[in-house]
């Protein structure tokens, strides 16, 4: 089918003229050629200040270019700035004065390590992180289905952050945890990592296996893992040779294959897991043996000591059951409809009645019947399975499934003119529920959910209803039971019996089958040997069963896994299956069958794995972290290394983080980038050492701009040392110059100004609001009103009726709920990436409507309403809480003319709305 | 996505040392950030050759509306109904076929040109001289997410620029008082993919769509601050804003303009605070042109409401208006996906009887007004039906043909392109898909689809990616 071919071929790769030239079969080309460490370049009598050999690489540049470096900002700047950067939060005024007043010549550094040292770090970088892994909450496509155990994964990130993880060991568990670390189950949340992208629910599991539509979604979902793996970890864009050779990257559609050969064994689900390895190893073991156990009642006879125990559990289980024991009578009927004219019932010798005819889609049946009991405390439905049912039964559906949506009972009236008058029923138990379709959904009065039997089919099964008033129903009286069936499908009933008990309350459904009830029912002493072994073992399944369930709850995270409770038609595979080359990416026209395995464009390492297990899925991930993590993979610790001087600068050395290949830009420092990788992996990948190389360079810490900020010239505080401004004057001549040649800045010839990103804007409002709660990990926050009415399709979230003084909401920003496709207009207005595709880089744009959001956002208005509270609490008189409450967002002071004019607005409109004039200044917004 | 190239950085810093950088920094938000990166240095961002039109209205019948029952007549699907044939299913929510179903529907032709419509449709039927039709669509997938990813943005997984996203790119704003990408979702929710419906992706966020809920407080998200706040009243919301404009403009900076984008940014978001409830106000609308649109009856108002709206963006200078007929967030009824029944009484009459007056009524409309003639108008779902039945009424989901038509904007009406087979099963001569409709759109609205692109993540990306082709035999 040609046009599927076609189709598929996701890549759009308009071919510019340079890069056309350019041979992809060669691995000639910067980013792939060896990493070695060079040497750092002599800067003469221009060494920085710092001896920072990040300065000697940069200054070696700016020379080139004819530029000078910028002198280095005041210390109020540089808090702010550093602040934001590791923390994505504001200094405090305290922390502000604290720093500034620090005479010692190590303040600075020791400011580097506090703020390297505090929890705030993980949160900020590790939302970095999140944003290259297009870590989402929620499945994205149509059916956005929230995922609610994705935030281990999150958590992991941020406590391997906070605790410095070394690099290699921080891959390694992202993508191989559970085949690298076996023994340290708390680890599995890392592997959240490929599962972390959009998940499309309605082509995975709602589609029958072998459908084009499943197989090509099957496809792209692996593609998903392998891009983000490779763009994550590698900056390369594989994913163009799914359908071809790359063009412009020597990477071949085999090689690409390879990728998806590794992951092939997987799926994405939550995962369990145990944490504690005591717990773990107590689950394993309880496990192997019940399953051992069912198997054969004999494989591992017990030991004296617990035959002790047993018998005495044993004892104390019949007498429950005895007190449990109902008797069942079956009601009478005397007629059973349908609402379906091709549907029709005959009654069995055993008092069940079995339906026949076509099944149509949905159908209610309605049963009447005569109650022979003096009073009914409970009814039950016996579902039976039928040889003449699809797969036995005991359901019409294909499957043999049926799905009851709600069981309605009422007593006849005595005459033809008299209403019937419902009967309440309460507390549904069964003896097996499907997942997800529980005997509660019965009673729930919701049509659209019921109560299922699948995988259990073929068997019998029943489900026990108190009535709510047992007096109501008397002997010689006629109920009407009305069975609605409304899921669809032919998911209908097709034999079924009816019986009800005067038992007293409580009445529940024993989660045993029918026939052994009868054999407990008789004393030990009248039981054979036979029975009293039958007993034994069954009883011991029971209570093996029990203390598994006494354990702690396992725990739960949205991750990849090879073993995942099925889910309708998505289940996992026993085995990784075969992996075959795609002839222009189409599932139809297979090639060859390759092997999991890396990239050969990485011509320092074998591309091909030589596992002892090909079968094994498990080792394939581990080699692939091992084959990325490589000292002499020059992409890996390139990758990284910029990545990180792009989240402090705004602007990698290579200003595409994702793509180091043919249609990526070129670094503009290459020496410096190849030093940084090296210098990186040959310290042990610490991101804080790397952090604090970087941050503690002069270049970083220079202006951004050439005029000297405010509250140096107007409040006195820390001018800017003269001597650092000589070769760097206040000099309009110098920056148009500088400008002119290197308007973006790539030379670094001042530092950069960020606009606060969404997350920081809102954490910092809530800082300054004295709102923030400080709270760590756990389940996402909702900070929306949250109706989720129809699992089959979205959820409704609506931001705007969340109360802004929920405690939801003063979470840090990194804890928010990320639905994929019902973003926070909020943040969305200041560019929040949407998870469906990685963000190397944040947009920062500013328009219309994020002005309308800053300006009028409720949540931001509730918290400029706080923010005036707290500083009339914290100071006294209006000008103290103005200084105060610009402070707190603009870590500088306000100027003498800012003060007249914020005292002015504030005495005519409130300090409240003086604050919501603060909160929309550029000086808030950006961070010098 | 790419920063300003070095030259368009210098040029701007150039200009704001010779002239303050106030105009320069008003003129780089009103044309969008990341437009000139298409634009050869020292040019702006020229239209590729002379444009046709240059606004579209989108129209999404969600949920796959039936070709069968609507414009897609098959002689023999009316003779053979109740006949079991033997089709290869690939696509749709069954296994197998069930029997042909002829439509319910009366068939009849219409206009100069002759076109067959039913009787579900019959206002639309008076309209069809002028309308263009692509009879044979294909579509990749017949899962509903995927197809309307597919339609919105020419790929079938999400994170994609949708076609309001790259005109908006391309074409930037003809208005400073709204935004230039508009989506007005039924008002009975949203649909299936939520407000990815719209997205810019991986395009800068001026670009997204703006949602407009004209019967919520705030029609855009913060337009007003909400009534109950304390901090909201006329004389402070003046007095604050005029504080803040002074108070950013004593911070400017040379060199970076986007501090005087933002001062200028609030500027622009009173004007829009201005111009959205204009828009959103009814009341000078004449009692013939309501009537036209279905006011006054419960069944076609909410639509017409939101049709006349579209008309009236249109008219203020709204590039792209993306209106929503049925949700995905409702369940399996109201909207398009008619599984179960598409008899008359059922949904799918619902969905006609709401659309069917309001959409004429639009066309009608646009065309008395002049406006028709350089605004696009493009109905579309994102896949056909069955010929044969689903349960004993319905039909299901099939990716293999459907129908969308365009008017308006220098397309030829009365004109068709491509045909189904026999039962309108499959796509069988002249077969396009969305691709070459939006290329056909960005070639009348003067671009040429192969030369629009962003670079993004290593790939230079277009909206209709390696593919697509105009389809000149429905131009005038």
Known sequence: MKLLATVLSLAALAVPAEAASAKPSSTDWWSLKPLVRPAVPPIGNQQSATGNPIDAFILAKLREQKLTPAPSADRGTLIRRLTFDLHGLPPSPEEVDQFEQDAAPQAYERLVERLLASPRYGERWARHWLDVVHYGESNGFGMDRPRLQAWPYRDYVIAALNADKPYARFVHEQLAADAMFPEDASLVPALGFAAAGPFNQSALVEQVDGTDCKRMALNLDRDDMVASTASTFLSLTVHCARCHEHKFDPISQQDYYRLQAVFAGVGRAERTFDADPQVRVRRTGLRGLIADLEKNPDAHPPTAAERGSLATAQRAWEKSLAAQAANWTPLSIEQVTSTNSTTTFTKLDDGSWLATGTAADKDVYTVRARVTLPAITALRLEVLPDDRLPARGPGRQDNGNLHLSEIRVSLAGTNVTEKPKPIALRNASADFNQAGWSIERALDGKPETAWGIHPQVGKPHHAVFELAQPSAVTNGVTLIVQLDQLHGQRHLIGRFRLSATDKPQPVRAPTLPVELLAKLARPDAERTEAERKQLFDLHRLVYLREQLAQLPAEQRVWAIAADFAPLRNYKPTKEPPPIAVLHRGDIKQPLATVGPGALAVVGTLPAEFALPNAQDEAARRAALARWITAPENMLTWRSIVNRVWHWHFGRGLVDTPNDFGRMGSLPTHPELLDWLAVEFRDSGGSLKQLHKLIVSSATYRQKSSIQSSVSSVQTGRSPAPASLTEHWKLNTEYFQRAAATDASNAYLWRMNRPRLDAEAFRDALLAASGKLDLTMGGPSAMQFKFDDPNKEVAPRVDYAAFDPDNPASYRRSVYRFLFRNLNDPLLEALDAVDPSLSTPIRNSTITPLQALSLWNNRFVLRQCEHLAARVEREATGLEAQITRAFRLLCTRAPSREEMALLTEHAHQHGLAHACRVMVNLNDFLFVN | ?476
């Open chain 2, 1 to 476: 996505m790419n920063p300003a190239s070095p030259a368009q950085s210098r040029r701007e810093f150039a200009t704001q040392l010779a002239g303050g950088f106030g105009s320069v920094a008003l003129a780089s938000l009103l044309q969008e950030p990341g437009r000139a990166a298409t634009a050869p240095a020292g040019t702006s961002p020229l239209a590729h050759h002379r444009p046709r039109a240059k606004q579209v209205i989108q129209l999404f019948m969600l949920g796959g509306a039936s070709q069968c029952d609507t414009f897609d007549y098959k002689p023999a699907l009316q003779q053979r109904g109740g006949e079991k044939v033997n089709f290869t299913v690939t696509g749709g929510t069954q296994a197998s076929a069930g029997p042909l179903l002829k439509s319910p529907w009366a068939w009849q032709q219409h206009g100069q040109c002759g076109r067959w419509v039913t009787n579900a449709l019959p206002h639309l039927a008076g309209c069809v001289d002028d309308l263009a039709f692509l009879m044979a669509m294909n579509a990749p997938t017949s899962e509903h997410s995927a197809g309307q990813t597919m339609q919105t943005s020419g790929f079938v997984v999400p994170g994609f620029p949708t076609v309001g996203a790259w005109v908006s790119y391309a074409l930037g704003r003809l208005t400073e008082n709204l935004p230039v990408f508009v989506a007005l979702p039924d008002p009975v929710g949203l649909p299936w993919t939520g407000k990815a419906a719209w997205t810019n992706g991986f395009l800068p966020a001026v670009h997204q769509g703006t949602m407009l809920n004209p019967a919520a407080e705030n029609p855009v998200p913060d337009l007003f601050p909400p009534k109950k706040s304390s901090l909201a009243s006329a004389g402070s919301e003046h007095d604050g804003l005029a504080l803040l404009a002074k108070l950013n403009r004593a911070q400017l900076q040379p060199g970076d303009s986007r501090l005087e984008a933002r001062i200028a940014s609030y500027e622009l978001a009173a004007r829009m605070q201005l111009a959205v409830p204009e828009v959103l106000d009814l009341q000078g609308e004449t009692a013939a042109t309501k009537a036209l649109y279905g006011f006054g009856d419960a069944k076609t108002e909410p639509l017409g409401r939101n049709c006349l709206i579209a008309r009236r963006l249109v008219e203020r200078g709204v590039r792209f208006v993306q209106l929503w007929c049925g949700s995905g967030l409702a369940g399996a009824s109201g909207n398009w996906d008619n599984h179960g029944d598409i008899t008359p009484g059922s949904d799918f009459e619902r969905m006609c009887v709401r659309s069917d007056k309001p959409i004429a009524g639009l066309i009608k409309d646009l065309k008395a007004r002049g406006l028709l003639n350089d605004t696009i108008v493009l109905w579309t779902t994102e896949f056909g039906r069955t010929p044969y039945s689903q349960g004993s009424k319905g039909r299901d989901h099939n990716g293999n043909t459907f129908v969308s038509w365009m008017a308006g904007g220098g397309f030829k009406g009365g004109t068709t392109y491509g045909e189904s087979d026999e039962f309108s099963f499959k796509a069988a001569r002249d077969t396009t898909m969305c691709y070459d409709q939006h290329a056909t759109l960005l070639h009348l609205l003067g671009y040429d689809h192969e030369q629009l692109f962003f670079r993004h993540d290593g790939a230079d990306r277009r909206l209709t990616d390696v593919h697509g082709r105009v389809i000149w035999d429905l131009l005038a």
